[in-house]
């Protein structure tokens, strides 16, 4: 069964511009939600999609976007980017469903450089 | 809102040896899981094990154990017979009972096991 799958690994952008990531998760799994990892924050979440409906959102501002296609797979997008916004945004997915939390797969992230 | 609060940022073990993460979170909800995530070198972060609150017995999985303590709200995560594979920086995490997959993380512990 492949895992959870992040594109491009690595990106480098300049002040002003925007970028597109994507995520397709494991097969079967309806939820994605990203996460933004750096040395000065942490960990922080970003927001969560289950079958193509934002579920769950963090506090970041409205640059970060997101969406879930019918596969489920998922794209965040981050406009006019700051070099705050360096940073490994990692992925997950799960069942998403039952009482209980299914457990969260992660991606190998993808490291994105603003210059 | 929720915090999570990991206060050793680096620790060292020999092989075989034991060892002990801690954790203490804060929130005023009732119902929640914790989590401890292993993130290894350059590689994927996965679950290592996670403890429902409403549960009293502390959860176990292989070499990897918690001392889970409501009222203390101390998590701390017991690795025995400590492997070099077990080198990683792990984080511990809390989930409210409801909002699956958005997890509120530490800012973890680099731990390294030796020979």
């Known amino acids: 069964k492949a895992g959870v799958t992040q594109t491009p690994r690595y990106l480098i952008k300049t002040r002003g511009q925007q970028v597109t990531l994507s995520c397709s998760p494991i097969?079967?799994?309806?939820?994605v939600s990203w996460y933004q990892q750096t040395p000065g924050q942490g960990l922080q979440f970003l927001f969560e999609?289950?079958?193509?409906?934002?579920?769950n959102k963090g506090n970041f501002p409205g640059r970060f976007s997101g969406r879930q296609f019918s596969n489920s797979r998922s794209e965040m997008n981050v406009s006019t980017l700051e070099l705050g916004d360096s940073a490994l945004y990692l992925c997950?997915?799960?069942?998403?469903?039952?009482?209980?939390?299914?457990?969260?797969?992660f991606g190998e992230g993808s490291r994105l450089t603003v210059l | 809102a929720q915090t999570v609060t990991q206060s050793q940022p680096e620790m060292s073990v020999q092989e075989a040896e034991t060892v002990t993460l801690s954790c203490t979170y804060d929130?005023?909800?009732?119902?929640?899981?914790l989590f401890w995530y292993k993130q290894p070198p350059s590689r994927q972060m996965i679950l290592v094990i996670r403890?429902?609150?409403?549960?009293?017995q502390n959860a176990t999985e292989n070499r990897f154990s918690v001392n889970f303590q409501k009222a203390a709200k101390s998590f701390s995560l017991k690795i025995s017979d400590s492997q070099l594979g077990d080198t990683a920086m792990y984080f511990c995490?809390?989930?409210?009972?409801?909002?699956?997959?958005?997890?509120?993380f530490g800012t973890g512990t680099r731990l390294q096991v030796t020979l």
């Open positions: 999609y289950f079958s193509e409906t934002q579920r």
């Open positions: 995490a809390f989930m409210k009972t409801g909002t699956a997959s958005k997890l509120t």
């Open positions: 997950a997915s799960s069942s998403g469903t039952g009482g209980a939390p299914g457990e969260l797969f």
């Open positions: 929130t005023s909800e009732n119902n929640y899981y």
């Open positions: 097969s079967g799994h309806r939820s």
């Open positions: 403890q429902e609150a409403y549960k009293q």
